[in-house]
């Protein structure tokens, strides 16, 4: 009886030090969580003794579980989109015509659903169903082995778009994609002459204008680009340079986010009634629309930021902008170099992000050990840590010593998919090349 007591006790005590961690790391996990932090390679030929691909890799985007991640890799018209699995660890060409041909112009900027199943792309290819000689967007469903045109106008066989089209983003369910396009013929309400931002629901085959002023307002009279929607499909996060979509607007490019349910254009870059007096760009949301991250060199966003670049996030139901870039532990250091590209999972209580700051870090693991290079980081807007991911596999390892960019993570965080030219973080990376990586953040895997 004592001794089941003693084991009660202890098992109550491991429990309250997971509960009181920095990071909390699922229970279920416990046995792994503080040793597995593995950085593997992702950017390999089909296998799991695959080689690692001797071209560029990079834009990785990972799943929600963080078992798939798509990247492109290759140049010009090379440029092919592949999906690595990393459970069965299979490498799948994404980038194919209906007929499964490869596409044969250059095809980049991978977006991958929820599942993993599904992956938007761009390209400029003339095999896969859209309009020859121009960037269009698609998207491959991997386990039927279908490529579907989503840059067209509504219904099933709608205009292909008459301009190029790019930067897509998919919601979790991946019915829903978001893009920009100089297209003309793909909704009305949008202006010539300028990018606009359109969403392409599959369920109901309508696309529609994103980028306008609230309810059915004008389009936007500038360029809005870089869309982001929400995990849910309920939120559509862009850059704008236009004026006529807030009143606040200053020509410059601002973040704004477009409510569906509500058809309201709101401006989210902006402090007490004042839109960022420098450009915002790089938006990215959260699962339903509730936090925005984005970056900025304005210095009217925080109190307390260098005039650097800097990571924000925008609470939308508050208001409150709050700083990301900086450190972890007992001085949080504000950022002391460029922070740039965040990335925000589904719940919104992380922020993944890179920066060539050289005090980013915490007492726990340490800092990137070279300041020279960018490196990639997660920071925890619950207990205000910041924690280096561009690093080799182990708790306190070395940090990259080359630029790691791109940073894409799971829901919750806990994984974190990457490009980066380091040659230390995998055995099997080749030099000279960038490569894409995943690493687990939290509660290994």
Not at 272 to 281: H, I, P
């Amino acid at each position: 009886r004592g001794r089941k007591r003693r084991a009660r006790l202890l098992w109550a005590s491991v429990l309250t030090l997971a509960l009181t961690l920095p990071l909390a790391v699922p229970v279920r996990g416990l046995g792994r969580a503080f040793t597995d932090y593995r950085t593997l390679l992702v950017s390999r030929n089909d296998g799991a003794n695959g080689a690692a691909i001797d071209s560029d890799s990079r834009e990785p985007s990972i799943s929600l579980d963080g078992h798939y991640v798509a990247y492109a890799s290759g140049h010009g018209a090379g440029s092919q989109v592949y999906l690595r699995d990393l459970n069965d660890e299979r490498t799948e060409l994404i980038s194919r015509s209906p007929s499964g041909a490869r596409a044969d112009g250059e095809s980049a900027e991978p977006a991958v659903s929820g599942s993993g199943w599904n992956v938007a792309f761009s390209s400029r290819a003339g095999n896969l169903g859209g309009r020859g000689g121009e960037s269009n967007v698609y998207l491959r469903l991997s386990r039927k082995g279908e490529t579907i045109l989503v840059s067209r106008a509504s219904g099933r066989s709608g205009g292909k778009g008459n301009g190029d089209s790019f930067a897509p983003s998919i919601s979790s369910d991946g019915e829903r994609i978001v893009f920009a396009s100089t297209a003309t013929n793909l909704a009305p309400g949008a202006k010539p002459g300028v990018v606009n931002v359109y969403l392409r629901d599959l369920r109901t085959d309508k696309t529609t204008l994103i980028s306008r002023a609230a309810g059915s307002g004008p389009g936007g009279n500038g360029d809005s680009t870089n869309p982001q929607i929400s995990a849910s499909g309920n939120a559509v996060v862009f850059q704008s340079t236009a004026t006529d979509l807030s009143p606040l607007a200053t020509g410059e490019d601002q973040i704004y986010e477009r409510r569906l349910g509500t058809a309201d254009t709101l401006l989210i870059s902006d402090a007490q009634g004042q839109a960022a007096n420098r450009a915002a760009v790089n938006p990215s949301v959260d699962g339903d629309g509730g936090r925005v991250a984005f970056e900025s060199a304005a210095t009217n966003l925080s109190e307390i930021a260098n005039p650097v670049d800097n990571v924000y996030v925008r609470e939308v139901g508050s208001g409150e902008v709050i700083l990301v870039s900086r450190s972890g532990g007992g001085s949080k250091a504000i950022a002391n170099g460029d922070s740039a590209r965040p990335d925000i999972p589904r719940d919104g209580r992380f922020v993944c992000f890179e920066s060539v700051a050289t005090n980013l870090g915490n007492p726990y693991d340490g800092w990137g050990e070279d300041p020279g290079v960018s490196n990639v980081y997660v920071h925890d807007l619950l207990h205000h840590g910041t924690f280096l991911i561009s690093r080799q596999t182990g708790r306190y390892s070395p940090g990259g010593n080359g630029n790691s960019t791109n940073v894409s993570c799971s829901a919750g965080a806990s994984l974190a998919a990457y490009a980066s030219t380091a040659t230390n973080l995998n055995p099997d990376a080749r030099s000279g090349v960038t490569s894409v990586y995943r690493r687990t953040i939290f509660g290994g895997r």
